[in-house]
């Protein structure tokens, strides 16, 4: 199974923010959307960056005035990103070893989707339980 599969179950938009918003912005758009971090983008929609919580929280301890900061001064800017065609254990694998929770997924330069550590627990759950239920299938067939 790999990422497509993710992503063709979700939303098409992805929700961007801008490296000269302010985080007070940014938080506003991720409580809006219930989501834990933003792809940041350029004028040109090229990602550049990503805002998580984390990245959000590491700074409050250091920026008395965290709201007014700029998004770009906050994010991580070396993203690591995966393809439509990465293998849901792969990303699994990095996502834990790498210790981040949100991969923006990216067709060259495009930026067409993103997959949270959650979306690829629950389709790994979602693929163990059908391979279960084919050999219950199978099992109770040859009780027959």
């Known amino acids: 199974m ?7 179950a979700k939303p098409a938009t992805v ?32 990602l550049i960056g990503i805002l998580s919580e984390r990245d959000i929280v590491r700074r409050a301890i250091k920026e008395s005035d965290i709201m007014s900061v700029e998004v770009g001064d906050v994010m991580t ?19 834990t070893e790498r210790r981040f929770r949100h991969l923006p997924i990216v067709d060259g330069k495009r930026l067409i989707g ?17 391979q279960i239920d084919t050999l219950e299938t199978q099992v109770m067939a040859g009780d027959d």
């Open 2 to 8: 790999n990422v497509s599969r993710i992503l063709a």
């Open 15 to 46: 929700v961007t923010v801008g490296p000269n918003q302010l985080i007070r912005d940014a938080l506003s758009i991720l409580a809006q959307y219930d989501i834990g971090a933003l792809v940041v983008t350029n004028s040109a929609d090229e």
């Open 77 to 95: 800017k070396n993203v690591i990103v995966g393809v439509p065609q990465d293998d849901l254990i792969n990303v699994a694998h990095t996502m």
């Open 114 to 130: 993103i997959v949270s550590i959650g979306d690829v627990l629950k389709a790994q759950r979602d693929a163990y339980r059908g």
